[in-house]
């Protein structure tokens, strides 16, 4: 079977868990006091969507990485591991926004042990680009999927 098909079905059974996942865990996000929700804006609007990234990994086959934002200012965040039987999946939610800067969004994430982090996110042609080596030392670039 052609490799390049393997890892689209791998990217699809990602995407389908992360949003079964995360109907599960909206209620959470949800129940922060109303004078922190986020309104929703034509920004939230036009970054809305689903972005995936392939990373490599020493000695592993990579990892592939899934980061939906919901046009509510919700957002979902998922890392698989490709090469580690079974696979490995983390998934963190939060909140995402426009920053203070221009062109930047941020994200607010909350992990599955309660860790909390921020992570800028520089806006592009259908893209989003974390430059900072938290993902690798080639940074992080998300491309949005169909559109």
């Given at each position: 079977?052609?490799?390049?098909?393997?890892?689209?079905?791998?990217?699809?059974?990602?995407?389908?868990?992360?949003?079964?996942?995360?109907?599960?865990?909206?209620?959470?996000?949800?129940?922060?006091?109303?004078?922190?929700?986020?309104?929703?804006?034509?920004?939230?609007?036009?970054?809305?969507?689903?972005?995936?990234?392939?990373?490599?990994?020493?000695?592993?086959?990579?990892?592939?990485?899934?980061?939906?934002?919901?046009?509510?200012?919700?957002?979902l965040f998922a890392q698989k591991d490709?090469?580690?039987?079974?696979?490995?999946?983390?998934?963190?939610?939060?909140?995402?926004?426009?920053?203070?800067?221009?062109?930047?969004?941020?994200?607010?994430?909350?992990?599955?042990?309660?860790?909390?982090?921020?992570v800028p996110l520089e806006t592009g042609?259908?893209?989003?680009?974390?430059?900072?080596?938290?993902?690798?030392?080639?940074?992080?670039?998300?491309?949005?999927?169909?559109?």
């Amino acid at each position: 079977m052609d490799p390049r098909r393997n890892t689209r079905v791998i990217n699809l059974a990602v995407i389908l868990l992360v949003a079964v996942s995360w109907m599960g865990c909206k209620s959470l996000i949800q129940s922060e006091p109303p004078e922190k929700k986020f309104k929703k804006t034509d920004y939230l609007n036009e970054f809305a969507g689903i972005y995936t990234a392939s990373l490599p990994q020493a000695s592993e086959m990579g990892r592939t990485v899934t980061l939906i934002l919901y046009p509510d200012g919700t957002c979902l965040f998922a890392q698989k591991d490709l090469g580690r039987p079974p696979a490995t999946v983390t998934v963190q939610y939060g909140r995402w926004d426009h920053s203070d800067f221009p062109d930047r969004i941020d994200l607010r994430l909350t992990g599955s042990t309660g860790g909390k982090r921020r992570v800028p996110l520089e806006t592009g042609e259908n893209r989003l680009v974390h430059s900072g080596d938290t993902f690798g030392k080639d940074g992080l670039t998300l491309v949005r999927q169909g559109g």
